[in-house]
């Protein structure tokens, strides 16, 4: 009969049934892989196995170059062309916004030493588009409408001659201006200082007050109506034009107790002959 085992202090419990292996007789070598859970020297983690093909996943961290960051983006910065067109036009807009206003101011100042040594350069720059003037801040305003007429005679194939109606350009000038956000000069402001300076230099006969100047401004206003009448009218070769204006009040406003007439009044100038040479340039 089998008698149950007595554990004895000091003693080391007894040996399992069965064979049991000794530690010094565990072969041991390269290659040799320890039992699990057992660390290699310094307690690392064992190398994986150099049978794991690629792409065995390896329980734990495994060492690997640190992880590449993203350099951050260079800061902007401008070219020699840009830098130099930026220069330049920080120079050339304070220097042209100076000589704008000095130039203005010249022209509307008193008469002095500079503007009169200056009137030239000034005037060049100032008219037409630049043009200054009181009468908008006059104590009587204008209160007319001036509109410039023109007609012209015509010679027929068989020699005759035929005086045409008369042709409303300030009412063309009018209709050109008329919804558009950027009128240019020439419908605003060619004809009528045309007849302006016209007016101006000659008696209401058409006799020049200013000599020779005076038959200047006549050729100037006759071309610019010629430039609007052409060549030809209706066919027939243009040989003379007449010029009027029509000066009529503007009309009361209805809350106003003031009453005038609006009918025109006309200012007629003689008849001019025209020539091939009054359309050189046109």
């Given at each position: 009969?089998?008698?149950p085992?007595?554990?004895v202090?000091?003693?080391?419990d007894?040996?399992?049934d ?5 530690p ?11 039992p699990?859970?057992t ?7 064992d190398?994986p196995d150099?049978?794991?093909g690629?792409g065995t996943?390896?329980?734990g ?6 992880a590449?960051v993203p350099?951050a983006?260079?800061?902007r910065?401008w070219?020699?062309?840009?830098l130099?067109?930026?220069?330049l036009v920080a120079?050339?807009l304070?220097t042209a916004?100076a000589?704008h206003l ?22 060049a ?10 009468k908008?801040?006059a104590p009587?305003p204008?209160q007319?409408n001036?509109?410039?007429e023109?007609?012209v ?6 020699g005759?001659?035929h005086?045409?109606?008369?042709i409303?350009?300030?009412a063309?000038?009018?209709a050109?201006?008329?919804h558009?956000?950027a009128p240019?000069h020439v419908?605003q402001?060619?004809?009528?200082r045309?007849?302006?300076?016209y ?15 005076g ?8 071309r610019?109506?010629l ?10 070769q ?5 010029v009027?204006s029509a000066?009529?009040?503007?009309a009361p ?8 007439s609006?009918?025109?009044s006309y200012?007629?100038a ?6 091939d ?6």
């Open positions: 009969m089998e008698q085992s007595r554990a202090p000091g003693q080391p007894a040996a399992p069965g064979p049991v292996e000794h010094a007789a565990r072969p041991s070598g390269p290659g040799t892989p320890d699990p859970g660390t290699g020297a310094a307690g690392a983690p190398a150099a049978s794991e690629p996943p390896v329980a961290p495994v060492a690997g170059p640190a590449e350099a983006p260079a800061g910065t070219s020699a062309p840009a130099a067109v930026l220069c120079v050339l304070p916004a000589w000095a130039a203005v101011f010249l022209h509307v100042a008193p008469s002095n030493s500079v503007s009169q040594r200056y009137q030239k350069d000034v005037d720059w100032v008219y037409p588009e630049f043009e200054q003037n009181w908008l801040f009587n204008l007319q001036i509109a410039v023109a007609r005679k015509t010679l027929g194939p068989d005759s001659h005086t045409g109606d008369w409303g350009l300030t063309q000038d009018a050109a201006i008329r558009n956000p240019g419908e402001n060619l004809l009528r045309a007849w302006d300076v007016s101006d230099s000659h008696d209401d006969k058409g006799a020049s007050t200013q000599g020779p100047r038959d200047l401004l006549q050729e100037y206003l006759k610019v109506v430039q609007r009448v052409g060549r030809e009218r209706h066919g027939e243009v040989i003379e034009v007449q009027r000066t009529s009040n503007v406003p209805p809350w106003s107790a003031e009453k005038w609006t009918a025109p200012r007629e003689p008849w001019w002959p025209v020539t040479e009054d359309y050189t340039g046109l």
